[in-house]
């Protein structure tokens, strides 16, 4: 291990004296990555054990502001241009839950924004390949592309509604193997 700067030596004692990131950084001038990074050489935890983790429903509620016409913005923490918070121990993408409650199940692809309003976060405003995707209005040809382009069978049936023996069924006729499912 490298020798300890003064810096880190304080980031250091300050982690261990239960302090979060943002307190660290207010007091000491370093960035995040730095102390981070401290953390890391140190093997020292990232969560304040005397205060409980929030549910996601709590972390939502904190940091998600209803906007008017359905639209939900961003008031939370962000990893380059993702909204994402933590909570019971991990980390989630706000995008990747609001579509997931929304749908009712996992995105196919990346998650973009289908409205006009920059970051908003409403399910119904989230869209994933399948979404963007053009859908033929015959159900079997609906089927069929997407199944070429990769989504579970769960996806399939969330998607457009059908069973998992139509979906099958042309799998089969395709000769293709079935997808992850849920």
Sequence with gaps: MAAMTTTDHAIAELIRANLTAVEIRTLTGVGYSRIAQVRREHQLPTARPDRPSRTVDEALALYAEPHGDGH???????????????????????????????????????????????????????????????????????????????ASDWQIVTHLDTTAAAITRIRQTLNSTPGRTR
């Design 72 to 150: 939900v913005r961003w008031n939370g923490p962000m990893r380059g241009r993702a909204p994402v918070f933590e909570a019971q121990g991990r980390r989630y993408s706000a995008r990747e839950v609001m579509f997931r409650r929304h749908h009712g199940r996992a995105q196919l692809g990346n998650i973009c924004t289908a409205c006009t309003v920059p970051g908003c976060i409403a399910g119904a405003h989230l869209a994933d390949r399948i979404a963007r995707t053009p859908m033929p209005t015959n159900t079997n040809a609906a089927i069929t592309l997407l199944i070429e382009i990769g």
